[in-house]
């Protein structure tokens, strides 16, 4: 039995070709892909502090996280270990976890919790600490388990997008969901149809996934503030703004926050 360390001790091997580019990286763009991890994260971290300060500080452990999953997927990609693909999907799940914790409107918590948050984020812990340990049992179905929670976030952005009639929330859910779609498009396709694109020699729908999925999180971290500034700050304003100018046709999202002023 190979070790949890070994290289290909993982039963999951996507499209892309192995050590075609180098002896030591099983899957190079797989790998090096993860990079925009690593530049949106801690830029997400800057642009978003006057909002953590004011909201959670917590927002910075859901960043940092989220630069977890790409060096626990770079890791992966580069090794295709079993060690690897765990990391790489528990890192996922936390990721979740937090944002969960932070974001979830009250109204949407499990009734016998009523809307008291701390015991909500006991639930989450509690349940994220057993799909670890669960994670461990059928180590090949876990990124399919991981893709289905999605279905609850878009159930939750839908019932929010028809409450609200704010332009530029609608906006934010609206390019949110289709760079989503785009990236599970991408994720289903490598793994489904990864013979068609070995054919044409376009093996690289998961390192697209990477990419368009590392620029989902910031539209998605902004999209859930919006919707959580309608009911954990409702004494302050939240205006979409976009790195580096907002006259730029492409920028990174983020909040500034403002207090609403009363005569």
């Given at each position: 039995m190979?070790?949890?360390?070994?290289?290909?001790?993982?039963?999951?091997?996507?499209?892309?070709?192995?050590?075609?580019?180098s002896?030591?990286?099983?899957?190079?763009?797989?790998?090096?892909s993860?990079?925009?991890?690593?530049?949106f994260?801690?830029?997400?971290?800057?642009?978003?502090?006057?909002?953590a300060?004011?909201?959670?500080?917590?927002?910075?452990?859901?960043?940092?996280?989220?630069?977890?999953?790409?060096?626990?997927?770079m890791?992966?990609?580069?090794?295709?270990?079993?060690?690897?693909?765990?990391?790489?999907?528990?890192?996922?799940?936390?990721?979740?976890?937090?944002?969960?914790?932070?974001?979830?409107?009250?109204?949407?918590?499990?009734?016998?919790?009523?809307?008291?948050?701390?015991?909500?984020?006991?639930?989450?812990?509690?349940?994220?600490?057993?799909?670890?340990?669960?994670?461990?049992?059928r180590p090949?179905?876990?990124?399919?388990?991981?893709?289905?929670?999605a279905?609850?976030?878009?159930?939750?952005?839908?019932?929010?997008?028809?409450?609200?009639?704010?332009?530029?929330?609608?906006?934010?859910?609206?390019v949110?969901?289709?760079?989503?779609?785009?990236?599970?498009t991408?994720?289903?396709?490598d793994?489904?149809?990864?013979?068609?694109?070995?054919?044409?020699?376009?093996?690289?729908?998961?390192?697209?996934?990477?990419?368009?999925?590392?620029?989902?999180?910031?539209?998605?971290?902004v999209?859930?503030?919006?919707?959580?500034?309608?009911?954990e700050?409702?004494?302050?304003?939240?205006k979409?703004?976009?790195?580096?100018?907002?006259?730029w046709?492409?920028g990174?999202?983020?909040?500034?926050?403002?207090?609403?002023?009363?005569?």
């Amino acid at each position: 039995m190979p070790s949890i360390f070994a290289y290909q001790s993982s039963e999951v091997d996507w499209c892309e070709s192995n050590f075609q580019h180098s002896e030591l990286v099983a899957e190079f763009y797989n790998t090096f892909s993860n990079v925009t991890f690593f530049i949106f994260g801690p830029l997400m971290m800057f642009l978003m502090h006057p909002y953590a300060q004011k909201r959670s500080r917590y927002v910075y452990i859901t960043c940092i996280l989220f630069m977890v999953v790409g060096l626990f997927s770079m890791y992966f990609h580069m090794t295709l270990s079993f060690l690897g693909q765990l990391l790489d999907e528990i890192a996922i799940l936390w990721l979740l976890a937090s944002g969960y914790s932070i974001w979830m409107p009250r109204c949407y918590f499990p009734t016998f919790l009523g809307e008291n948050r701390p015991q909500f984020i006991s639930l989450v812990i509690i349940t994220t600490v057993v799909s670890t340990f669960l994670s461990f049992l059928r180590p090949v179905i876990n990124a399919y388990a991981l893709n289905s929670i999605a279905v609850h976030i878009l159930y939750i952005v839908f019932h929010e997008y028809k409450k609200t009639s704010n332009k530029e929330l609608r906006h934010i859910m609206e390019v949110s969901v289709v760079l989503w779609a785009f990236a599970l498009t991408s994720w289903i396709s490598d793994r489904l149809l990864c013979s068609f694109w070995q054919q044409i020699n376009f093996s690289y729908l998961h390192s697209i996934w990477h990419v368009l999925i590392s620029i989902t999180f910031p539209y998605g971290m902004v999209t859930m503030a919006l919707v959580d500034a309608r009911y954990e700050m409702p004494g302050q304003t939240l205006k979409v703004r976009y790195w580096p100018r907002d006259t730029w046709p492409v920028g990174l999202p983020y909040v500034e926050v403002s207090d609403d002023k009363s005569c």
